[in-house]
């Protein structure tokens, strides 16, 4: 007989506790986890913001070592992020009891479509999330609620560990697991660390017939030291309580008073005096009221904000989007001015954007794509602080030491992926790394390249020269990467080479040898796929009144393997079409780095589908920026980034760029 979950619970618990145990010992170790910034993102909206530009080159991003007290936004699996937020690096400190509030909105509906439309010209597709999010919501809800509370506990502890001594952390949730993850979390915190369970009574309607309709979340609130956590009180503009004051209503007009008294009345929003009743005795007061601002202290349970309406402006079609009202009251109570606010769950970025606005600094993490898409162009279009864009700089290397053991050989990794695309490895002595292979029965040279890096064009500049002088040189070389230069696109296609090819290695790999057990199961059924690419150049670069102008210009996006994205065939076929007729349709959102150095790109111009201001078409982005810019002495090395509907990124570099004679 099956334990019940309640036998599971003490299990589940220290199984978390031992797997954040073991993250909290590796942060010192050469082998920790890194943050990798791939945007410092300046929002601008296709403006001139020439003085933010200069401020953020010289105040903030002159060295990423500069860039540590910035906004962040990561994408990749939160336990990483946090792991390496933990670490810290040589770059940026550890934020260990730096978060003055945390605040999460974990999925918690075992049966939620987590498919994606994609509005592309003339077609909707139906994608499914891609193979990283696909199994990291399998494996949350692999055994129902027992798989997602384990899921939960380590993240748990690590989050504890990011909050201050006067932290709190929030959590979202609803009727499905939140009486579980309440007793998880007093076993984390310890039960004297309970603050709140706010009930959020969100007003949904309901047609049930069999139960009284289901219409609240609930948010559990723990603090680190429930003797020294921060909260402010928030007042609230109730209608109810409003309504004891309300004497008359006349042609639009609210009296306020006595009926009898009626020149202490309130019209339009003001009055002059209040008579409230102590026991018998009426009592006037002197005070001024405002009718909309502040009658009395929030109590733990909110039935004054609703859901987010269809037509409303904050909408962006999310799923789970929760209301901005919803996280500016908890944010204002939590986290004191100026402090530091985390969500690592972000789904539309709600969070941060609400943070931005309160003057709260604040970090955001999520693992799914579309999530920090649709985050990032929120922000942008809310004008928000220059913020950084990261990922996890060793996701494939993490997932390697979880599947393979934390002790394991990049070489015996290699051998996996070798064997999985049909080669054999080639003898020691012309196999130093492990990593090469051939193909039997031909002249094919394959090289798995490391998780712990990028391949980048000196990597196939290596592959190129094996080639041609191991083992009497061979007629082509295949490349397989984990992690790529957002260049590579443009280095491929620089090489013009006909005799080298740069596949994919599947990012999903190490979580289905996991559940397969062993590499011959796998066998036939792994496919390497192709890289996308950006093709665009720079049109102008000349002096104007201000500075400068540079006129950029898309020209081509090469999306090669429509069969790696997770879609049914009818959506592959209308993807195919969008491909053939308008593949400019396919950027979802792009960028440019007028002054590239190399390290951190900063992005000074971004369009994106939805910004309508500068073409009115929400679903393609304009072709070409003319971006102001200060001036500067000599050639410039301009950047271009973009990302696809689907998350794909791609980047182009053009050096040398002069000013027009």
Known sequence: MSKSLLDQLPSIVAAGKRQAAVILESLEGRNRVTLQTRELVIPSKDTAMADLFRAARDDQASTPAALDHMNRLIYGDNLLAMAALLAGDETTPSLHARFDLIYIDPPFDSKADYRTKVALPGT???QK???LEQFAYSDTWAEGTASYL???APRLVLMRELLNQTGCLAVHLDWHVSHYVKIVLDELFGRDSFLNEVIWRYGKMSNATRSFPKNHDVILVFCKSIDDHYFKPVKTADSEYKARFIRIVKDNKVYFGSARESDDKLILGRIKKVRTELGRELVDSDVLFDFDVEFKTQDD??????IIKGNA?????FNTQKPEKLLERIIEALAPPEGLVGDFFCGSGTTGAVAERLNRRWLMSDLGKPAVMVTRK?????EARPFLYQAIGDYHVEQARSTLGRSFRIGDLARVVLHLYGALPLPEEENAGGNLGQVPGHKILVMADSPSRLTTASTLRRAQQQRDTLMGGFDKVVVLGWNFAASIGQDITAMNDDRLEVLVIPPDLLDRLKKKGNVSKLAGDIRFSSLQYLQAHVA??????DGEEIRVVLDNYVLLSPEAINLDESNRQALQKVMNAEPLALIEYWAVDPHYDGEVFRSVWQDYRGNTENDGDPLRVITEAAVRVPSHEGPRRVCVRAVDVFGFESEVLVDGVEVAT
């Open 124 to 126: 909707t597709l139906d």
């Open 129 to 131: 999330p891609n193979v």
């Open 150 to 152: 384990a899921m939960l």
């Open 301 to 306: 349970v909110f039935y004054d904000i609703s």
């Open 313 to 317: 402006a904050e909408n962006l079609n």
């Open 378 to 382: 929120r922000l942008i279009d809310q």
């Open 540 to 545: 102008s670069r000349k002096v104007v009144s």
